[in-house]
């Protein structure tokens, strides 16, 4: 069974850093691309970012809202994912889900949804 | 940035009934679209993709139609299990990969 576990969520002030990390099981965690999603208390779906398998070289992309600040990396020996979050604002509250990507790749271009999903992980910015 | 507009944004239905959900994209995504259902309390779960294709365990009545910027998912008979929040995602044209607001369908 393909599973994925979150974890490292928790309070922190305003101005910090926190780093998130997303085990994955059940599957061939390097053939995968993986994503981070959001979802700040009673609204929808944000992406947050993704990394390409290193088949695709292991880039990453991000939302403007992360971008410069947010750092999605991986280590396939392990099978997890993380992700670093620095200069936290209090508008990054939210449950970070982690995802596993599928896919196709056509003519150069590739297009990802979301998979499969972990249960999410809880991130409270707040002094 | 491609903008996903779903409606409505709650969907009032009667166990048995059918719901019909619409997605909107801002520009064409072709058929790069996928739907995803959240229950309460709950990590989303993947429906649809390629706009059409149920995902492996989705029962049959959930399904969708639609390409370019009109996008639809039927539920043809609700059961007590499919009260949730559905939510759209265009994966074509990217950074960044949008989500649709969501919709609501709750008991009637």
């Known amino acids: 069974e393909v599973q994925l576990v979150e974890s490292g969520g928790g309070l922190v002030p305003p101005g910090r850093s926190l780093r998130l990390s997303c085990r994955g099981s059940g599957f061939t965690f390097g053939d995968y691309a993986m994503s981070w999603v959001r979802q700040a208390p009673g609204k929808g779906l944000e992406w947050v970012g993704f990394?390409?398998?290193?088949?695709?070289?292991?880039?990453?992309e991000y939302a403007a809202s992360a971008k410069g600040r947010f750092t999605i990396s991986r280590d396939d020996s392990k099978s997890i994912a993380y992700l670093q979050m620095d200069t936290l604002i209090t508008e990054d509250t939210a449950v970070y889900y982690c995802t596993k990507d599928g896919g196709y790749c056509d003519r150069g271009n590739c297009y990802y949804y979301m998979d499969v999903w972990g249960k999410g992980t809880t991130v409270t910015v707040s002094s | 940035e491609i903008v996903m507009t779903q409606s409505p944004a709650t969907l009032s239905v009667s166990p048995g009934e059918r719901a019909t959900l619409s997605c909107r994209a801002s520009q064409s995504v072709r058929s790069n679209l996928a739907w995803y259902q959240q229950k309460p309390g709950q990590a989303p779960r993947l429906l649809i993709t390629a706009a059409s294709t149920r995902a492996t365990g989705v029962p049959a009545r959930f399904s969708g139609s639609g390409s370019g910027t009109e996008f639809t998912l039927t539920i043809s008979s609700l059961q007590s299990e499919d009260f949730a929040v559905y939510y759209c995602?265009?994966?074509?044209?990217?950074?960044?990969?949008?989500f649709g607001g969501g919709t609501k369908v709750e008991i009637k």
């Open positions: 995602q265009q994966y074509n044209n990217w950074p960044p990969l949008t």
């Open positions: 990394i390409r398998s290193k088949t695709y070289g292991g880039t990453t």
